[in-house]
C-alpha cells in the first residue's frame, strides 16, 4: 500500500456552527481537489471538516472582539495535512 494523507479544514469563529463546518470541509475539498490535479490519487486522500479550530476559540476568548478580528485573515484558512505512512 502507498502512503496515504488526512486533509482537515478549520475556520473562524464568526457565524454560526453549521456555516463554519460546511466553510472548513469546503477548504479541506479545496486542499484535496488541489492535489488531485497534481497527480497524486484520490484514494489516497480523505478530507474532514472540523468547524472553528479549537486554539482559536481560546485566543478569541481572552482578547476583545475587535483584536480577535484583526486575527481572522491568518486563522481564518487553516487547512492541516497529516500523512499516513504505509504500512
Known amino acids: 500500500p502507498e502512503p496515504s494523507a ?3 479544514g478549520y475556520s ?3 457565524g454560526n456552527d453549521e456555516y463554519n463546518l ?3 470541509m469546503k477548504r ?3 486542499v484535496v481537489s488541489y492535489l488531485a490535479r497534481q497527480d497524486i490519487s484520490t484514494d ?4 474532514d471538516g472540523r468547524g472553528v479550530h479549537s486554539s482559536e476559540v481560546q485566543s ?3 482578547q476583545s472582539e475587535s483584536s480577535a478580528e484583526k486575527m481572522l485573515p491568518d486563522m481564518s484558512r487553516m487547512v492541516e495535512i497529516y500523512f499516513i505512512p504505509a504500512n
Open 6 to 8: 488526512l486533509v482537515i
Open 12 to 14: 473562524h469563529n464568526v
Open 22 to 24: 460546511a466553510l472548513s
Open 28 to 30: 479541506a475539498r479545496a
Open 44 to 47: 489516497r486522500l480523505s478530507m
Open 60 to 62: 478569541s476568548e481572552v
